[in-house]
DNA sequence: TGCCCATGCAATATT
DNA sequence: ATATTGCATGGGCAG
C-alpha cells in the first residue's frame, strides 16, 4: 500500500446532512422549512437570534454542514474551500455512527448474514480518528469495525441510519439548524392527517413564509443573490419569492407527508453560508432559492427514502441483514446515488455531489489511494466482472452483444450469484449472467433500495416512484414479492440454472440493481474483507449468501464512486469538469479462490486454465512475461510474472511473484483475488478480497483435495461445514 | 477418459 | 538450513 502518498479523504460534501433529531425539541419541518424560508427571503434574524451558540459556530466554520443520518450531500463546488476547512469532521462522525454492536452482535446472531469489511477500512478509520481526535472514543473497536465495514444488518435497534450520535459532532462543530424556530406548523398535523390539513395549513405556511419573506432583509437577497434593490422592490420582490417557496413546499409536502415525516425535515440542517453560496451559484435570486429548495427537497426525500427502505428491508429481512450505512468516508455516501440533478448554470450542474471518480484511468495522475481502502472485488457483483462473455446469451460462452465493455470470464459459479444476494454490487452489464443480482425480489436485501435515483430518469419519475414506493401498500407488495422469491432463489445453487436466470435478466431490474446496489455500496464501507456468517445451524435452510463488495462504489484509489452506471449498463466515470464521461476501462479477466499453496510461502497462484489462457497474454515460452499487477485497493503496482508449466499435456498456468501482494492484503486460503484489465491502458489491475467468518478468520481451512473444483455449493455442506462453501472461482469447464 | 489444478516433493538456489 | 523453483502426482469433475 502507499500508505504515504495515500491521501486522507476530504471532509467535502457535507453541505447537507440531516440530523438525527436528538438536537432537542425542535418542532416541525424544522430543516427543510427553515431551509424554505430562509431561501425565501427570511434574514439571518433567525440564525442569530435565537441561535447565537449557532452564529458563534458558523463563525467557527464557514463549511456548511448537513449533519443527518441522511447520507451527506456533497459539498457545493462553491463551497470547497469552506468545506475542506478542518473543522468539518462531522460527516466521519455522522457515517461512523453506526451500531458499534453490529459486529459483534451480528456474529452472535443466528441469522445470516455477510460481512464485508476491509482491514483498510480499519485502518482508515484510525486515521480518520487520529485527523480528528473528537471523533475519538466514538469509535469502539466495534464501532470502528461496523463503521469500516460493509455490513448487514442488524435489527433495526441498532440501525445505523439514525444516526443518533452523529449530533454530538454537529454539537462540537456546530450547524446551522434550519428549523429551529420553526413554529409554523405543527408537524402532526400534516402527517397524520389527510390531504385536507395540508390544505389547510397552506395558507398559514404561505402566511409564514410571506411574513418572513416581509422580515427578510436586503442583506440576505444580496447574499442570495447579489441583488441590489430598492426597499419596496426587496419586498416585493422577497415576498413573491417567499410565497413561491411557500408553494414549493407546499406542494412537496402534500406529495411526500406519506414519506418524510416532520421529522426528517426537522433534521435536516443546512448552513447559512451553505444556502447562499448555492444560491449563488444557481444564478441568484428567488428563482435560484426556488431551485435550491427543490434539490434540498428532493435529497431529504431520496434520502429519507433510502434510510426508510434500509429500516424496513432490516425489520424484514429473514437474514436480518444490518443498515451498513456506517460509512466513515463521508464521500462515498452519496456516490452513487446523487440525488440532486445536474442544473445547468448552476453549481450543481458540476457533480461535486457526483460520485468521485472510482477509477483512474491514469495512475500517474491519479491521486493517491484513500488510506485502508483496500481492494476489495466485487464477485460476480463486481461491477467490472460482469458481462461475461458466458453468459451473455443463451450460449455461456457467447460474446456480449450489448456491452463490449466488460467482456469477462466470469468463473462464478452461479450459484454464487445466487447466494451474493447481498447485492451490493451494481451490475454493469445488462448482460447479467448475475441472476441474483437482477432479480431484486429474490431477496430480501436486493431490493433494499428500489426506489434509488436512476441516472436518466427525471426528476418527476423519480419523485414519483420515490413517494409511491413509501406507501404501506407498496412496502406489502414489495414483501409479497420478496417472500416470493426468495425461496426460489435459496434453492438456485446450480450454475446453469442460475446463468439462465441471470440471463433472463431484465434491464430495468438491473439499473433498478444497479442503483440500489450503489446506494448500499455507498452506505457500506467498502473493504476487502468478506465475513461468512456461521451457517452452522441458521443457516441450515439458507445457504449462506456469498458476500461480495462493490467494487464500483469502491473508493479506489482516492476517490469512491465517482462514477456511474447509467441505462446502458456502461459504467460512466464522472469527470469533474465536464459532466459524465465514458470511462468504462475495466474489464474483468479473471478471479481465483485462493487456496493454501497460492497463499503459502510459495509466492504462487495458480490461475484457472481457461481464463488464463482467454484473457492473459498468450505465452510462448514457459518462463512466461512479467506482468504488472496494479493493485486497484492501494493503487500500488505489483510486477509479477505470468508464466506456465508444462502439465502432462497440458499446461498450468502460475502468477508468481505473488509473496508480497498476498501478504499486503493479508490474504489467506479461502479468499479471492479477481484480475482486471484497463481497455484503454492494457494494465492489469489485481485485488484480493477476504473472505472471513466472524470469529473464525482461519476458517478457511479446508481439507486440500476433498474440496477441490467446488462448482457449486451445497447447502447442506454449507449448513454442516461451516465454512464458507467456497464455489467460486473454479473454471465452469 | 481426459482435463484441471491442488499440492507433494525433488532439485536448486540462497542465506 | 531454509527458501525457491519446477515437475509430477492424483483427486475430482465433466463429457
Not at 99 to 110: D, G, I, K, L
Not at 213 to 242: R, V
Not at 437 to 457: E, K, R, T, W
Request: a negative charge; glycine letters at 6%.
Amino acid at each position: 500500500m502507499k500508505g504515504g502518498q495515500q491521501q486522507q479523504q476530504e471532509m467535502l460534501g457535507e453541505d447537507l446532512h440531516a440530523g438525527d433529531g436528538n438536537e432537542g425539541n425542535r418542532s416541525g419541518f424544522g430543516g427543510v422549512v427553515e431551509v424554505a424560508r430562509l431561501m425565501g427571503g427570511e434574514e439571518r434574524d433567525i440564525w442569530l437570534d435565537s441561535r447565537q451558540q449557532d452564529d458563534e459556530l458558523l463563525d467557527v466554520d464557514g463549511a456548511s454542514i448537513f449533519y443527518a443520518d441522511f447520507p451527506p450531500l456533497p459539498d457545493f463546488p462553491c463551497m470547497s474551500s469552506s468545506s475542506s476547512s478542518s473543522s468539518t469532521p462531522a460527516p466521519v462522525k455522522a457515517i461512523a455512527c453506526s451500531s458499534s454492536a453490529s459486529t459483534a452482535s451480528s456474529s452472535s446472531s443466528a441469522a445470516s448474514w455477510a460481512i464485508l469489511k476491509s482491514d483498510a477500512d480499519e485502518d482508515m478509520g484510525r486515521k480518520n480518528n487520529g485527523q480528528h481526535p473528537q471523533q475519538h472514543g466514538q469509535h469502539e473497536p466495534a464501532a470502528l469495525s461496523s463503521t469500516a465495514s460493509m455490513e448487514i444488518p442488524q435489527p433495526p435497534d441498532q440501525n445505523v441510519m439514525d444516526g443518533v450520535d452523529c449530533m454530538d459532532v454537529m454539537e462540537t462543530f456546530g450547524y446551522m439548524d434550519l428549523l429551529d424556530n420553526n413554529d409554523f406548523f405543527d408537524p402532526s398535523s400534516i402527517f397524520h392527517h389527510d390531504d385536507t390539513c395540508l390544505e389547510e395549513f397552506q395558507p398559514d405556511h404561505q402566511q409564514q413564509q410571506q411574513q418572513q419573506g416581509h422580515e427578510s432583509t436586503q442583506q440576505q437577497l444580496e447574499q442570495g443573490g447579489g441583488i441590489i434593490h430598492s426597499q419596496n422592490q426587496d419586498q416585493t420582490q422577497e415576498h413573491k419569492a417567499s410565497d413561491d417557496l411557500a408553494m414549493v413546499f407546499l406542494e412537496w409536502l402534500k406529495s411526500n407527508k406519506e414519506t418524510v415525516s416532520a421529522e426528517d425535515l426537522r433534521r435536516v440542517k443546512i448552513k447559512k453560508a451553505t444556502i447562499e453560496c448555492a444560491a449563488r451559484r444557481l444564478g441568484g435570486g428567488k428563482e435560484a432559492m426556488k431551485q435550491l429548495l427543490k434539490l434540498i427537497l428532493e435529497w431529504v426525500q431520496t434520502n429519507h427514502l433510502q434510510k426508510r427502505r434500509f429500516k424496513e428491508s432490516a425489520d424484514n429481512l429473514p437474514y436480518q441483514y444490518s443498515s451498513p450505512n456506517p460509512n466513515p468516508n463521508p464521500n462515498q455516501n452519496l456516490n452513487c446515488n446523487s440525488i440532486l440533478p445536474s442544473e445547468p448554470n448552476s453549481c450543481f450542474s458540476q457533480p461535486a455531489w457526483i460520485p468521485q471518480p472510482t477509477y483512474v484511468t491514469d495512475p500517474a495522475t491519479a491521486a493517491p489511494p484513500l488510506p485502508g481502502f483496500q481492494p476489495l472485488v466485487g464477485y460476480m457483483s463486481d461491477p467490472f466482472a460482469n458481462g461475461a462473455p458466458n453468459v451473455s446469451s443463451h450460449n455461456p460462452y457467447q460474446p456480449p452483444t450489448d456491452f463490449q465493455m466488460l467482456e469477462s470470464a466470469q468463473t462464478w459459479p452461479p450459484s454464487q450469484f445466487a447466494l451474493a444476494s447481498y447485492n451490493s454490487f451494481p451490475v454493469l452489464d445488462n448482460n447479467l449472467h448475475q441472476a441474483p443480482l437482477q432479480q431484486p425480489s429474490a431477496f430480501p436485501y436486493v431490493n433494499q433500495y428500489p426506489y434509488q435515483y436512476v441516472p436518466g430518469h427525471n426528476n418527476d419519475q423519480r419523485l414519483a416512484r420515490l413517494g409511491s414506493s413509501a406507501t404501506k401498500e407498496a412496502r406489502k407488495k414489495r414483501m409479497a414479492r420478496q417472500r416470493r422469491f426468495a425461496p426460489h432463489n435459496r434453492n438456485h445453487s446450480h450454475h446453469n440454472n442460475q446463468q439462465t436466470q441471470l440471463q433472463n435478466q431484465s434491464v430495468d431490474q438491473h439499473e433498478r440493481l444497479v442503483n440500489d446496489n450503489c446506494l448500499a455500496a455507498a452506505q457500506a464501507n467498502p473493504g476487502n474483507w468478506v465475513y461468512w456468517p456461521s451457517v452452522a445451524g441458521a443457516l441450515a435452510s439458507n445457504p449462506p449468501v456469498l458476500p461480495v463488495m462493490p467494487l464500483w462504489c469502491t473508493p479506489w484509489n482516492d476517490r469512491p464512486c465517482k462514477g456511474r452506471l447509467i441505462s446502458s449498463g456502461k459504467w460512466h466515470q464522472i469527470d469533474d469538469k465536464s459532466g459524465w464521461k465514458p470511462e468504462k476501462n475495466l474489464r474483468f479477466l479473471l478471479q481465483k479462490v485462493l487456496k493454501q499453496s497460492d497463499v503459502g510461502n510459495l509466492g504462487r497462484i495458480v490461475l484457472p486454465k481457461k481464463e488464463a489462457e482467454t484473457h492473459l497474454p498468450e505465452l510462448e515460452a514457459r518462463d512466461g512475461i512479467s506482468i504488472a499487477m496494479e493493485d486497484i485497493g492501494t493503487s500500488r503496482v505489483w510486477n509479477m510474472r505470468y508464466r506456465f508449466w508444462p502439465n502432462n499435456k497440458s499446461r498450468m498456468y502460475l502468477l508468481e511473484n505473488t509473496g508480497d501482494f498476498v501478504r499486503a492484503n493479508g490474504l489467506q486460503e479461502g479468499d479471492f483475488i479477481v484480475i482486471y484489465s484497463d481497455v484503454k491502458c492494457g494494465k492489469y489491475l489485481i485485488r484480493g478480497v477476504k473472505v472471513r467468518q466472524p470469529g473464525t478468520k482461519s476458517e478457511a481451512k479446508r481439507p486440500g483435495k476433498s474440496q477441490k473444483n467446488q462448482h457449486t455449493i451445497s447447502p447442506a455442506s454449507a449448513a454442516t461445514n461451516g465454512s464458507m462453501p467456497m464455489p467460486i472461482t473454479q473454471t465452469v469447464r
